[in-house]
């Protein structure tokens, strides 16, 4: 869906509207402070790291402050094994060594306690299929639509037949990490819908979208493309999520607050917190950009 | 519903019987009123006997029908723009009387029309209408040298838009989605262009516009902030005539003539943007085979088949193409026909049967480039389409007494959607239940004028809803508010059968008394009924946000309006002034809940939430029409508000298209007999804006986050802008008349914000930003070379 609107605002600018953006000051008192918990538990094998902050007020700069004082416990419910989370460097984690935490078709429940209370959420990792292959094209500022020169990277993979299954793809730029990040595209099946591309190639909007249009890839970059499995409530979330920091256009849509998953276990409590506690499997594959 | 139509009737009845016991030494006049160059009806001429209150005005097909006691009668045509005609009649029978009046010219005409004119605005009975012809339209700056009917009456009172470019606009604190705009009297769903930019209609084919805002006559209904009704020429019946413009953007061309003298004429009127082909040059790679244009036809026939009867056909064609190469193709357009039966059972019963068909529909289809290591192919279409029928009757019971009343049926099919997704040899389809309904109304309306002062329209309307089958009932369970209701189940109902239906009553009435004759108040309630939504939770509907019936889940609106007004007309018709104020209050306004999914979505009802809503204002309006400098001012003072239960706290808030003040200036001067200038300032409050106060950190992502978990809590800066425009007349030869348009749009380039978003900065994201959006960010001239032939 966003694509289709990418698409049309991209016309829109080559009409030579002549819409524009500019930074504006805005003056809003600072919010309320909320707890937000951010745990995404993977199967790739060794340490496995969840990150407590706290709210900040939306234009201040620099990272959100830490909670350390909480107390994470990490339980396989399918397994039966209980994983204990402690705090070192700004985040919860534990280390299993060789093996790994997260193991495909487990369920998984994160008890998060707090001085809010105690919160509690469960997920549950779904398959994932491999990244056949990786490409790129070069274009020059006149061949590609958005009017920048670079590479426009490309990778190949199929979803898994049978069942509908949820991904989010994310790339990045010369790190293997997060920390790189240029897009992030939720898949379903091969597509963006339901029963519509089960056991597919990705589409072509989702093979082609883990470049940054405005900023494409530069010779010597590496882009890594890592497919996520998740599960639909994961999926509908991250999906609001990427809604909510991309809301320009003349389509915009108003500010809406994304939910959480992490409940409070004494339902008679006023205490909550912000964040989401999900699970995937991943695979990934990298390819460097030459001339 | 049987003992409201039995009422109904009986009330007819009544006032029938009341007609025949007075009307013994009466006689009546009758006929068209006609433009005596070219034939074209006149819609609301005064006819009435100069110096008193007696008096009627011509329908919107030129009819008028006025009873009077048997005698000498000295009576007169007029209007403004058309020189006055006076007959003397001696009534000792009915008679038929049609008129042609010939065009005066404007600056000559600053001669005061003696008599009181019966369509100036102290003298009807309507409230909250405004009527605007396309001569006056067509004075108004434009946007890139395009007339445009949409964006002129934005600078009418109680008419706003969340911004410039909005494909909607708002009146009177109503969403965007309850506004009936009718084109020859069939709807039209998608009323602009290039999403937003242009309006439908071709100013070319267009005779006069009504925007009716509250005090609705009975007869309409459907929609409940306002109707757009919007008629189209006839065509010149006396000789064969074209008119044209070339612009930058777009160029026009017009036909119409006599088909047969007197009797029956044609007009064709067709429009094509060229952006792409001035584009195509410099378009390379990924860009190459960009389409970007959309076109639009209307048409009109219509033949005077002898005294009684007439008939129209009207037709609208109109689509937007927007793609890349063969990878990426959307469409979208409104197709409306309508076919009209004017029948004049006697001198005072007049009939029109309209009916009418009309389509929206958009159609989307992504296809693989050769680099795709299959071939794919995804592709999207949705559609809804009406058919109507509504026979409308007057009855001219006398010269101070008018019935109407008519039966309104239309029979809707929705498709939500329908797509497919193919990959090499597999396919798959996704197709939301097609939807279908009927919609009825039966209306009975009464004017009275009772004596000089005082006058009264007062009328019932009953109209009904019925969601029906081929079709699927959705279940859903109640849930906490807000959120997204569980689905439960489905039940299948067969063809015919009746999924869910809805009756309403709505009372409409409006009242005059004049103080004076120069000044008079006006009061009027209404309430209306509207059974269809549109999807849409964008700040400004999409092509591509369908409309959807009411059903099991979702209510019909119905809304409640008030409104008062003082009305003056000062003398000589220098200026005619109006003061209104309103209140409205509505049930089961359409919301959503957060995160709502719109798209292809079949359980979309589980999103969809029931709003309270109410609306008030001051309007002021004064409007000259006379002289060299004329023009109007309008001033809004409202506020719109809404309570969805599950958002923003359960409490009110603002809705996104409320504007405190709204000012507008619309002001056109003839400098001389060739050059004429104008000009039209806006000012209007910032929209509503919800801002972020926080951010949360998430796997790298910077998530906005509102912590007062309030709607709309902030505003946006001020709206304003000033726009110009030059005429210039060449040489007004005998067949060829030529005029250049020269319009700047925004002349001070103000950076008007139409939203303001959060997020992090591309360059450095480290940083966090609030970015303006500005739909319009400069100085956008227009040049425009018009022809009449």
């Known amino acids: 869906m966003k694509r289709k609107f990418t698409a049309i605002a991209l016309l829109f600018a080559a009409a030579g509207f002549t819409a524009c953006e500019d930074t504006i000051d805005i003056d809003i008192p600072n919010g309320k402070t909320y707890t937000v918990v951010d745990a995404w538990i993977t199967n790739v094998p060794g340490k496995q790291d969840i990150r407590i902050t706290q709210t900040v007020p939306y234009t201040s700069s620099g990272s959100a402050p830490v909670v350390s004082d909480a107390k994470v416990t990490l339980t396989d419910i399918t397994a039966n094994k209980t994983y204990d989370f402690t705090f070192a460097n700004g985040v919860y984690s534990h280390d299993p060594g060789v093996n790994r935490i997260g193991e495909i078709g487990h369920a998984y429940k994160l008890r998060v306690e707090l001085k809010e209370g105690i919160f509690e959420a469960v997920d549950t990792i779904k398959r994932v299929p491999e990244v056949d292959s990786m490409a790129y094209d070069f274009k020059t500022k006149e061949e590609s639509i958005s009017n920048k020169e670079g590479f426009y990277a490309r990778f190949y993979a199929k979803d898994i037949p ?76 991250l999906s609001q999520v990427q809604a909510q920091i991309d809301l320009g256009g003349l389509f915009a849509k108003i500010l809406e607050n994304v939910p959480t998953n992490l409940k409070n276990t004494d339902n008679n409590s006023q205490g909550r917190v912000l964040g989401w506690f999900g699970t995937s499997a991943i695979t990934w594959s990298s390819i460097q950009m030459e001339h | 519903m049987k003992t409201t139509a039995r009422l109904l009737m009986h009330l007819l009845l009544v006032l029938l019987a009341a007609n025949s016991a007075f009307a013994q030494q009466r006689f009546t006049i009758s006929g068209y009123v006609k433009d005596e160059k070219n034939g074209e009806s006149l819609i609301g001429i ?72 019966q369509e100036k605005n102290i003298n009807t009975l309507n409230t909250s209408l405004n009527k605007l012809d396309i001569a006056e339209i067509k004075k108004l700056p434009t946007f890139m040298g395009e007339v445009d009917v949409i964006r002129t009456i934005q600078t009418l009172p109680g008419v706003n838009t969340v911004g410039e470019g909005a494909a909607s606009f708002n009146v009177r604190g ?157 469409n979208w357009g409104n197709n409306t026909a309508s076919l009209r039966w004017n029948h004049i059972f006697n001198n005072r019963l007049f009939m029109n049967l309209t009916t009418y068909y009309t389509k929206y529909d958009y159609s989307l289809k992504f296809l693989s480039d050769e680099k795709s290591t ?121 063809r015919g059968k009746t999924i869910a239906d809805y009756y309403f009553l709505e009372p409409r009435i409006s009242a005059r008394y004049a103080i004076n004759s120069s000044s008079a108040i006006k009061a009027a309630f209404s309430r209306s009924a509207q059974y269809m939504h549109q999807l849409s939770n964008t700040a400004s509907p999409t092509p591509v946000d369908i409309w959807t019936p009411v059903s099991n889940n979702v209510k019909p609106q119905l809304t409640d309006q008030v409104t008062a007004g003082y009305f003056y007309n000062a003398p000589g018709d220098k200026f005619e002034l109006s003061a209104e104020v309103f209140y409205k209050s509505m049930q089961d306004q359409l ?18 939430l029931a709003a309270k809503g109410r609306a008030y204002g001051l309007e002021l309006y004064v409007k000259k029409d006379i002289g060299a400098t004329t023009g109007w001012v309008s001033y809004t003072l409202s506020r719109s508000e809404r309570k969805t239960p599950g958002l923003s706290l359960n409490e009110w808030f603002i809705n996104r298209y409320d504007r405190t003040h709204n000012l507008n200036i619309v002001m056109s001067h003839e400098l001389n007999k060739r050059a004429s200038f104008s000009a039209n300032w806006m000012f209007a409050s910032g929209t509503p804006a919800t801002f972020a106060d926080a951010r949360l950190e998430f796997q790298d992502w910077d998530v906005p986050y509102n912590t007062t978990e309030k709607r709309n809590n902030y505003r946006l800066k001020p709206f304003h802008r000033l726009d110009l425009s030059f005429t210039y007349k060449g040489k007004q030869l005998k067949r060829w008349k030529g005029e250049w348009v020269v319009s700047l749009y925004n002349v001070y380039a103000r950076r008007n914000a139409y939203t303001v978003y959060f997020r992090q900065n591309p360059d450095d994201p480290s940083k966090k930003e609030a970015v303006r959006l500005s739909i319009i960010g400069s100085i956008i001239p227009g040049i425009t070379y018009n022809f009449k032939f």
């Not at chain 1, 591309?197 to 405005?214: A, H, R, V, W």
């Not at chain 2, 209609?201 to 009704?229: C, H, M, Q, W």
């Not at chain 2, 793609?323 to 959307?330: L, P, T, V």
């Not at chain 2, 109407?404 to 797509?419: A, I, K, L, M, N």
């Open chain 1, 162 to 237: 049978g069942g509908t299954d949820y991904y989010w793809i994310r790339s990045t730029r010369n790190s293997a990490t997060s920390a790189g990040r240029v897009e992030d595209i939720f898949a379903i099946d091969g597509s963006f819908a339901e029963n519509i591309s089960d056991g597919l190639n990705f589409i072509q909007p989702i093979s082609e979208g883990i470049t940054d249009y405005d900023t494409p890839f530069q010779a010597g970059e590496n882009v890594t493309v890592a497919i996520r499995s998740c599960t639909k409530r994961s999926h509908t979330f």
């Open chain 2, 46 to 117: 005064s006819i009435g006997k100069p110096g008193t209150s007696v008096g009627t005005v011509t329908n919107e097909y030129g009819f008028y029908s006025l009873t009077l006691p048997a005698g000498k009668h000295e009576i007169q045509f007029s209007y403004i723009g058309y020189q006055a005609q006076t007959f003397t009649v001696d009534l000792s029978a009915n008679k038929r009387l049609d008129v042609k009046l010939g065009q005066s010219d404007r600056q000559l005409n600053e001669v005061v029309i003696s008599g009181k004119q």
């Open chain 2, 174 to 330: 109503g969403n965007g989605d309850e506004n009936l705009i009718l084109l020859d009297e069939a709807p039209v769903y998608n009323s602009t262009h290039m999403l937003g930019f242009f309006s439908v209609f071709n100013p070319d084919a267009v005779k006069n516009i009504n925007l009716i805002k509250g005090g609705f006559p009975a007869e309409y209904g459907g929609r409940t902030a306002s109707v757009l009704d919007i008629r189209m020429k006839d065509g010149n019946n006396q000789k064969f005539g074209m008119t044209g413009g070339i612009g930058n953007i777009f160029s026009r061309l017009a036909l119409e003539g006599p088909i047969q003298k007197d009797k029956s004429s044609f007009i064709i009127a067709g429009r094509r943007s060229y952006m792409d082909v001035l584009m195509k040059p410099f378009l390379k790679g990924d860009m190459k085979d960009t389409k970007l244009y959309f076109y639009d036809l209307t048409a009109k026939v219509n033949f005077q088949l002898n005294k009684n009867n007439s008939l129209f056909v009207s037709g609208y064609f109109g689509r937007d193409v927007f793609g890349f190469g063969k990878e990426a193709n959307m």
């Open chain 2, 374 to 494: 299959s071939s794919q192919e995804f592709s999207w279409k949705s559609n809804i389409i009406n058919y109507g029928v509504k026979p409308a009757f007057t009855y001219y019971l006398n010269a101070n007494n008018t019935l109407h009343f008519g039966v309104q049926g239309t029979y809707y099919t929705f498709r939500p959607g329908r797509s497919l997704a193919r990959q090499d040899e597999q396919e798959f389809n996704i197709n939301l239940k097609d939807k279908n309904a009927l919609e009825g109304a039966l209306y009975l309306d009464h004017e009275w004028k009772a004596g000089n002062k005082f006058g009264v329209q007062y009328g019932l309307r009953l109209s009904g809803f019925q969601y029906i089958g081929k079709g699927t009932a959705y279940y859903y369970a109640d849930t906490v508010a807000g959120t997204r209701k569980r689905f439960l189940g489905t039940k299948d109902y067969e």
């Open chain 2, 591 to 608: 919301d959503f809940i957060d995160n709502a999914d719109l798209d292809l979505n079949e359980y979309i009802e589980g999103d969809l």
